[in-house]
């Protein structure tokens, strides 16, 4: 059965945008190589005139905006009210999580920066919550409800935050670079796009289990990262090579409209992201990050794609942060009628007034999450604040092979163990 994303439906399901004519003929079929790593199209370069604007107008035919979800006039078919309750516990747990956080800095808890993500939940909650344990997430600096959505527990992002033992990197990583093995969250990265070749790299690894170690590997992985980030070189390396190997990759574009303190719409000669995707062959959706019934219903559709390896999709969600770009921004560069409008337009309220309205549940039943979550978060502060700190042996690990990290002597013993290493550095 075709799929809303599927180029054979496009015109039927969809209004298209960036074609001549808005409408798209029969998909060309090229021929395939058996070979894993060679391209999967061949054609000669002396094509014919209507071939070069067959495959002109195929590429630039594109999967349209938050139609996507329209026509299905929010009915209560969208999700059960045990997937509605799921996705609500999750968004209020993201927000009371960071809240929590921006206390603690103020507190002096936390160190370096932490940037929160207030207002964003629709986004990490629709695509995440669709996820299995095995398939991968990669994040960015903006990335505790990542984590905590992807079933890292609140202790062990708290704890990290604390730079404490119990953290899920043992205090090694802080609020920038939350891993969890067990999770596959394959980490939060401080620069911008460094985590897009990660994903794409996570990617290949299911593809080359399936096609080439023969498992039965259906793992995909999402990709999270900021407008700020789509004018970077390695976001559109890693758009081509997951396009040419098809790829079960989700690139998400977190769209919060300012890239600390730049808007989106002054640093782009073209503001809409999401027609980045078809320029290399995948498809290219924008939809209302303020809404997790929109994120999900586009989500669901883009990680059944990969799961079929039918490769990656670029999804464009635009959201928009409740806070400055981290708790050191007194955040005064944006019009304060631009974030009241955001403000009223709260993803936590729309669910819960979706719920209501529908009878998918009371009151009291949303009211008994969040009085839950309050003592979840309560209980994260309380372990951090009680566990230790790293030992000062534990500075070095996990830096070099050498796993006590000052090397190995021509002896074959550890260098630290020699009673002459610390000679002349006691005052270090």
Same mark, same amino acid.
């Given at each position: 059965?075709?799929?809303?994303?599927?180029?054979?439906?496009?015109?039927?399901?969809?209004?298209?945008?960036?074609?001549?004519?808005?409408?798209?003929?029969?998909?060309?079929?090229?021929?395939?190589?058996?070979?894993?790593?060679?391209?999967?199209?061949?054609?000669?370069?002396?094509?014919?005139?209507?071939?070069?604007?067959?495959?002109?107008?195929?590429?630039?035919?594109?999967?349209?905006?938050?139609?996507?979800?329209?026509?299905?006039?929010?009915?209560?078919?969208?999700?059960?009210?045990?997937?509605?309750?799921?996705?609500?516990?999750?968004?209020?747990? *993201?927000?009371?999580?960071?809240?929590?956080?921006?206390?603690?800095?103020?507190?002096?808890?936390?160190?370096?920066?932490?940037?929160?993500?207030?207002?964003?939940?629709?986004?990490?909650?629709?695509?995440?919550?669709?996820?299995?344990?095995?398939?991968?997430?990669?994040?960015?600096?903006?990335?505790?409800?990542?984590?905590?959505?992807?079933?890292?527990?609140?202790?062990?992002?708290?704890?990290?935050?604390?730079?404490?033992?119990?953290?899920?990197?043992?205090?090694?990583?802080?609020?920038?670079?939350?891993?969890?093995?067990?999770?596959?969250?394959?980490?939060?990265?401080?620069?911008? *796009?460094?985590?897009?070749?990660?994903?794409?790299?996570?990617?290949?690894?299911?593809?080359?289990?399936?096609?080439?170690?023969?498992?039965?590997?259906?793992?995909?992985?999402?990709?999270?990262?900021?407008?700020?980030?789509?004018?970077?070189?390695?976001?559109?390396?890693?758009?081509?090579?997951?396009?040419?190997?098809?790829?079960?990759?989700?690139?998400?574009?977190?769209?919060?409209?300012?890239?600390?303190?730049?808007?989106?719409?002054?640093?782009?000669?073209?503001?809409?992201?999401?027609?980045? *995707?078809?320029?290399?062959?995948?498809?290219?959706?924008?939809?209302?990050?303020?809404?997790?019934?929109?994120?999900?219903?586009?989500?669901?559709?883009?990680?059944?794609?990969?799961?079929?390896?039918?490769?990656?999709?670029?999804?464009?969600?635009?959201?928009?942060?409740?806070?400055?770009?981290?708790?050191?921004?007194?955040?005064?560069?944006?019009?304060?009628?631009?974030?009241?409008?955001?403000?009223?337009?709260?993803?936590?309220?729309?669910?819960?007034?979706?719920?209501?309205?529908?009878?998918?549940?009371?009151?009291?039943?949303?009211?008994?999450?969040?009085?839950?979550?309050?003592?979840?978060?309560?209980?994260?502060?309380?372990?951090?604040?009680?566990?230790?700190?790293?030992?000062?042996?534990?500075?070095?690990?996990?830096?070099?092979?050498?796993?006590?990290?000052?090397?190995?002597?021509?002896?074959?013993?550890?260098?630290?163990?020699?009673?002459?290493?610390?000679?002349?550095?006691?005052?270090?």
């Amino acid at each position: 059965m075709a799929t809303a994303f599927s180029a054979a439906k496009l015109t039927s399901t969809f209004p298209l945008r960036g074609s001549h004519d808005d409408r798209l003929s029969d998909p060309i079929r090229f021929p395939t190589t058996s070979s894993f790593l060679r391209s999967s199209r061949k054609f000669a370069l002396n094509s014919s005139p209507r071939l070069n604007h067959a495959i002109s107008g195929r590429r630039s035919a594109v999967v349209a905006v938050s139609e996507v979800v329209k026509e299905k006039k929010m009915k209560n078919n969208l999700l059960t009210k045990e997937e509605g309750l799921e996705l609500y516990e999750d968004m209020v747990l *993201g927000r009371a999580f960071e809240d929590m956080c921006a206390q603690m800095y103020y507190r002096g808890k936390m160190f370096g920066f932490v940037h929160l993500y207030n207002g964003q939940e629709a986004v990490s909650t629709g695509f995440i919550k669709l996820l299995t344990q095995s398939d991968s997430v990669v994040s960015t600096y903006r990335d505790h409800v990542h984590a905590l959505s992807k079933g890292v527990p609140a202790r062990a992002v708290m704890s990290e935050l604390f730079g404490k033992t119990t953290g899920c990197c043992r205090g090694q990583g802080g609020s920038m670079h939350m891993f969890s093995k067990e999770h596959n969250v394959l980490g939060g990265f401080a620069f911008i *796009g460094e985590g897009i070749p990660v994903a794409t790299g996570a990617a290949f690894t299911s593809r080359y289990k399936r096609d080439v170690l023969k498992e039965n590997c259906e793992d995909v992985t999402v990709a999270f990262f900021g407008d700020g980030t789509c004018n970077n070189g390695q976001f559109y390396e890693c758009l081509n090579m997951a396009a040419l190997w098809k790829l079960p990759i989700i690139f998400v574009v977190e769209n919060n409209l300012w890239a600390i303190g730049m808007s989106h719409l002054r640093a782009t000669s073209d503001p809409e992201i999401w027609k980045k *995707g078809p320029a290399f062959g995948m498809p290219g959706v924008h939809v209302d990050g303020m809404d997790v019934l929109k994120v999900r219903e586009v989500a669901k559709e883009a990680v059944t794609r990969a799961r079929r390896g039918e490769g990656p999709t670029l999804v464009e969600c635009e959201t928009y942060r409740f806070r400055g770009h981290s708790l050191a921004d007194p955040d005064e560069l944006r019009d304060a009628a631009e974030k009241a409008k955001y403000a009223a337009r709260d993803p936590i309220t729309a669910l819960k007034k979706y719920m209501i309205e529908n009878k998918m549940a009371s009151e009291a039943e949303l009211k008994s999450i969040e009085k839950k979550i309050d003592e979840v978060v309560e209980d994260a502060v309380e372990f951090a604040d009680a566990s230790p700190q790293p030992a000062r042996s534990q500075l070095l690990e996990n830096v070099f092979a050498d796993p006590k990290g000052f090397g190995i002597g021509p002896d074959g013993r550890y260098r630290c163990e020699d009673p002459k290493f610390t000679q002349g550095t006691a005052h270090v």
